[in-house]
């Protein structure tokens, strides 16, 4: 097994190449619960795995019951400007042996029409489906059930691409290990970062769509570097925490970058 400074050097050679993290192939990860929060009562849960989200429907049928539907939709390909992706498939309806039965038989799968799911951001798209010649166009967003628990102290690294400096020597891409500690009040998050140069504070408000949280936040650092910082796509897994970055520094600097770590 590597020594905890060795997987921090693996980590940093990793994430050197990328000024963003590796995402799936065809953009942001969709999986998640979906909703429109003005029509509470109905959703879809997408399950994504690359280019494929497996789709699971939950609404009512003409007759007020519970009605479910599934999907496999595939990826149609970004928009070129705005990398709007685009997952298409058919939509079927299952019958099959009742869930109490001694053993389970065979089920029946009858296609009912189509699916597509359009995301222009990786928290908001639009739903569109068929069934049976009657079709639905929902706006939905990400289904938050709970924050997530961003505390403890992290060790990993951070990539950080600076543009457009005041200073051209400024520019650049730097990999640096960085230990981070985290605290979450309310709707209240600050990130301390250390590295071997400097202590950067961020606090600002943090907000969370299903999986993914986000924090807008204005920052200081022990060298004097101060502005402001968004960090994105941030996700919590059982040992480790990452995101992405975006922000502006006091020299001028455009910042567009990653982190990840994980927990000592």
């Known amino acids: 097994m590597k020594s905890f400074p060795a997987f921090l050097a693996a980590l940093a050679l990793a994430l050197g190449g990328f000024a963003l993290p590796v995402r ?11 909703w429109n929060p003005s029509e509470s009562g109905w959703g879809v849960e997408f399950v994504q795995q690359r280019d494929v989200i497996f789709a699971a429907l939950y609404v009512h049928g003409s007759d007020g019951r519970p009605a479910w539907y ?10 070129a400007q705005t ?20 053993a389970f038989g065979t089920a029946v799968n009858r296609k009912v029409g189509t ?3 359009v995301a222009p951001t990786m928290t908001a798209a639009t739903l569109t489906y068929s069934v049976d010649g009657a079709s639905v166009s929902k706006a939905i967003r990400r289904y938050t059930f709970r924050f997530d628990d961003y505390s403890g102290l992290r060790a990993g690294v951070h990539s950080v691409t600076s543009t457009r400096c005041d200073n051209p020597a400024d ?27 400097k202590t950067c504070s961020y606090s600002g408000t943090y907000t ?4 993914l949280g986000r924090l807008d936040s204005t920052y200081n ?11 994105e796509e941030m996700s919590v897994q059982r040992f480790a925490v990452m995101g992405r970055l975006f922000g502006a520094n006091n020299r001028g600097c455009h910042l567009e970058g990653s982190f990840a770590a994980v927990v000592q």
């Open 24 to 34: 799936a192939a065809s953009g942001y990860d969709l999986s998640d619960m979906w």
């Open 70 to 79: 599934t999907a496999s939709m595939y990826f149609q390909g970004l928009a």
């Open 83 to 102: 990398h709007e992706m685009t997952y298409a498939g058919d939509l079927y309806e299952t019958t099959g042996t009742w869930f109490g039965a001694p």
């Open 115 to 117: 699916m597509s799911v």
């Open 171 to 197: 520019d650049g891409t730097r990999t640096v290990p960085t230990t981070y500690s985290i605290a979450l009040s309310g709707s209240q998050m600050t990130i301390l970062a250390t590295d071997s140069a």
């Open 208 to 211: 969370q769509d299903g999986r």
């Open 221 to 231: 650092c022990s060298n004097g570097d101060v502005g402001a910082m968004a960090f």
